[in-house]
């Protein structure tokens, strides 16, 4: 490949409106304030396509789609269980601290241990589905799924993200 193949191959990505990649905190928090805002956290994960981790059909995920999706990621050790460990923990941070943390309202087996059809059951029965569905349209699209992640993502509920948030979200996306 030439010279002038390559700089056209890179100006015409460039023209075409090519997705900037956002990898790290610097590029994510575009106005250098030290903290990425919501704003700036939505259009960095949607340009850098994270939703597909979600793997969005027809660009948005029905009531039993994301919870199948929320259980797989809850799931650390892919065990198609949930323990304790797992469910306390994660279930506050999905549900911005609006849901019961205990996994014993879940567990209709009482054995400590929640599989995806008691999890799936037990979801579809909270307001957690409602909490990501923000325009209440039975569906969460890329956009209210990127606005979701932003409160995952801000641990201390100061609804900016820090640079340390940033490195612990990245880590357990990877």
């Known amino acids: 490949?030439?010279?002038?193949?390559?700089v056209a191959t890179v100006f015409f990505a460039t023209a075409c409106g090519a997705p900037k990649v956002y990898?790290?905190?610097?590029?994510?928090?575009?106005?250098?304030d030290k903290?990425?805002?919501?704003?700036?956290?939505?259009?960095?994960?949607?340009?850098n396509n994270n939703a597909k981790n979600w793997q969005l059909e027809s660009g948005s995920l029905n009531r039993l789609k994301f919870t199948e999706r929320l259980f797989h990621?809850?799931?650390?050790?892919?065990?198609?269980?949930?323990?304790?460990?797992e469910f306390n923990p994660k279930i506050k941070k999905f549900s911005f601290g609006m849901v019961s943390a205990s996994i014993s309202s879940w567990d209709t087996d009482d054995n400590g241990i929640?599989?995806?059809?008691?999890?799936?059951?037990?979801?579809s029965k909270s307001k957690l589905f409602n909490l990501w569905d923000t325009?209440?349209?039975?569906?969460?699209?890329?956009?209210?799924l990127a606005?979701?992640?932003?409160?995952?993502c801000d641990l201390n509920n100061d609804h900016h993200i820090?640079?340390?948030?940033f490195k612990a979200w990245q880590e357990s996306i990877n």
Not at 114 to 123: M, N, W
Not at 147 to 152: P, S
């Open 23 to 32: 990898s790290d905190y610097a590029t994510w928090d575009r106005n250098t």
């Open 162 to 165: 820090d640079e340390n948030e």
């Open 135 to 144: 325009s209440g349209d039975n569906s969460i699209s890329a956009k209210e």
């Open 114 to 123: 929640l599989v995806r059809d008691e999890f799936t059951a037990a979801a």
């Open 1 to 6: 490949m030439n010279i002038f193949s390559v």
């Open 35 to 47: 903290g990425i805002q919501r704003s700036e956290f939505v259009d960095s994960y949607l340009a």
């Open 147 to 152: 606005g979701g992640m932003f409160y995952v």
């Open 73 to 85: 990621r809850m799931d650390e050790n892919n065990s198609g269980t949930l323990t304790v460990d």
